[in-house]
């Protein structure tokens, strides 16, 4: 090679080195398990090739769960063990016909959740499978074709918290046409775009007859955990789609990929965060009146009564699951913190999908203390993605194992990774 061909190679190189922020060298070395990790964290590969994977529950003894979004000839819910503690999963195992979203281990039991209901199987010391067949906790949710997972979440005082999504983009009077007005009130916010509580123990419970709603307003939020050190109920919204589509007037393709925000919300009961009427602009911080509603990009109208989020991430990146870090292995600022799971986007064309990702968000207290930061990065295997199906995994679960290690589960083929701290 010619000396000036060597130093602009090793420029590039250097640039790329400066350029990398969210973490120390190239997703594809080995000890990162093809992952882009800040410096000193390492990664391995649980299990893959498990089924399409949504969220994931971690037990005291590091036995994982992960819940499919559809059966497979095996059953919906897998059950994972790693007898001779490399890191890998050698005992795999599936149960059950309810595949969903939600999955939780809570005193000795196994919560999962379909569309429609929330049930619980019971765990015994040392077995990995549950025993018995399940009892239901909660059902009576409207079969619905958009937004319909039921993830959830306990406060550790009793009770049990559910995500009922908006059936709708924005609860137009044509859904999903161009120009339509919204449905003045919303209807759809009786039952649904909000969080309802139920009683953890109590079997058989209806959510039109039992549910309690605990705050409305919210679109969908599939993300959803009780942080124990703030004693507070957190979501992360996935925000409205299609506003350049709908508005073409108002929003160019470039609007339509920036905005809204998905929004991050400290849920308290009584909240109203204002879907459909509203949405979040993060770049001037401010909840605006949606189009559909007569919003004009600047008007602010009723959203002034509706509660702000903690934070705004950019536009369709699909947060997908939320985990507050209360362990020790990693560094001390992360204690405390937020992962969210990003699952990434489809209404970013015809510019690049972004997302496919998982970013910290450091907390004092109650709230954010500072900016988030892409955490781990490289899940879709590629530079450039036009389309959800170029990405090759998709970051949509997350728990912490009893050790401190971050576990990241995938949508696409059901890939499980374990990111640890080692240095």
Known sequence: MKKTGFLLTLAAVVLFSCNNTAGDLP???????????????????????????????????????????????????????????????????????????????????????????????????????????????????????????????????????????????????????KGSPGQDPCPLLKWHAGIWRFDEDKTGQMQKAEGDRYATGIRHAVAIRWNPAADYLYVVQHGRDQLSQFFPEMFSAEDNAKLPAEEFFLVKEGSDFGWPYCYYNQMKEQKLLAPEYGGDRETVGRCADKEDPIMGFPGHYAPNDLLFYTKDQFPEKYKNGAFVAFHGSWNRAPLEQEGYNVVFVPFEGAYPSGEWTV???????????????????RPTGLATGPEGSLYVADSRSGKIWKIYYDQ
Not at 381 to 393: C, F, L, N, Y
């Open 375 to 393: 955490f781990a990065d490289d899940f879709s295997g590629r530079e450039t993605i036009k389309s959800p199906s170029d990405a090759e995994h």
């Open 27 to 177: 997703g594809n070395n080995n000890d990162k398990a093809g992952l882009n990790l800040p410096e000193g964290f390492k990664a391995t590969v649980v299990a893959e090739d498990l089924g399409p994977g949504r969220h994931i529950a971690m037990r005291d003894n590091g036995d994982i769960y992960l819940q499919l979004r559809n059966n497979s000839k095996k059953g919906s819910t897998v059950a994972l063990r790693d007898t001779d503690g490399d890191g890998q999963a050698d005992v795999i195992k599936y149960f059950g016909n309810l595949p969903g979203t939600g999955i939780k281990v809570h005193k000795n039991y196994l919560y999962t959740s379909t569309d429609t209901s929330v049930q619980r199987y019971k765990l015994k010391e040392g077995e990995l499978l549950p025993a018995g067949e399940p009892e239901f906790i909660a059902g009576g949710f409207d079969n619905q074709s958009q937004h319909a997972a039921k993830p959830f979440t306990f406060d550790g005082e009793g009770n049990m918290y559910v995500t009922v999504g908006g059936p709708a983009n924005a609860c137009m009077e044509q859904m999903r046409t």
